[in-house]
């Protein structure tokens, strides 16, 4: 089992839809990234959380240490919100990175 | 501000040769990690400096290996390269461990 497993793996959505990509890890950590990547692009860094709840916009990103889940929301999606999601646990300095969410937001 | 550079953004190399990769860090940053992407991996973790010293490195072989200078900015070098070594590599700086990443864009390598 790897140390964090998101899903969906793939995830299409239509415009204005309301999205959760969920994030599991199986070992504690310092923090809990949120990354977007867009197809060919380089990675933006979107919350980094080791607690409750970060708001950006229409993306809200929660977590909960006890039950070592996270999530990543997006609000009223758009078809510019197609990317891959990573999730990546922080911990022992280095990140461990889930597979990724493929989003696909259709006009 | 500037961002996280990386040169060179392509490469192509041959089996059997050596690679060396540059990334120059947001200024007043002191850590720089290392990345390797491929399709069938996804993002794994090759090494994080700080302040010169190796804080931790990923499971690769010792064909890998780093370093950060006094100024931050940071190299990784590939020796003996297979065909296997082709990714994209990618580095992130940070102020300080816990504090959040920025990527540079990456560079891509080819081996053939």
């Known amino acids: 089992k790897n140390e964090v497993e998101q899903s969906p793996q793939n995830l299409t959505a239509q415009e204005g839809e309301f999205i959760t990509i969920n994030c599991s890890y199986s070992v504690g950590i310092s923090a809990l990234h949120w990354l977007q990547q867009h197809p060919g692009g380089g990675i933006v860094s979107l919350f980094m959380?080791?607690?409750g709840k970060k708001k950006h916009g229409r993306l809200i990103a929660t977590i909960n240490i006890q039950e070592k889940h996270s999530s990543l929301h997006i609000t009223a999606s758009h078809p510019r919100d197609s990317a891959v999601y990573i999730c990546a646990r922080r911990g022992n300095y280095k990140l461990t990175f889930g597979k990724g969410t493929l989003l696909t937001v259709n006009p | 501000k500037a961002g996280v550079t990386q040169t060179p953004r392509y490469l192509i190399k041959t089996r059997g040769q050596q690679v060396t990769l540059s990334c120059s860090p947001i200024?007043?940053?002191?850590?720089v990690s290392w990345y390797q992407q491929t399709p069938g991996q996804g993002l794994q973790f090759l090494f994080e400096?700080?302040?010169?010293?190796?804080?931790n490195k990923g499971n690769f072989p010792g064909r890998f290996s780093g370093r950060q200078f006094s100024n931050s900015r940071s190299e990784m070098n590939v020796s003996t390269l297979e065909l296997g070594d082709s990714a994209l590599y990618l580095c992130?700086?940070?102020?300080?461990?816990?504090?959040?990443?920025?990527f540079g864009s990456g560079t891509r390598l080819t081996v053939v």
């Open positions: 400096y700080f302040s010169e010293t190796q804080r």
């Open positions: 992130a700086s940070s102020l300080e461990a816990n504090y959040g990443y920025t």
């Open positions: 200024s007043g940053h002191r850590s």
């Open positions: 959380l080791s607690s």
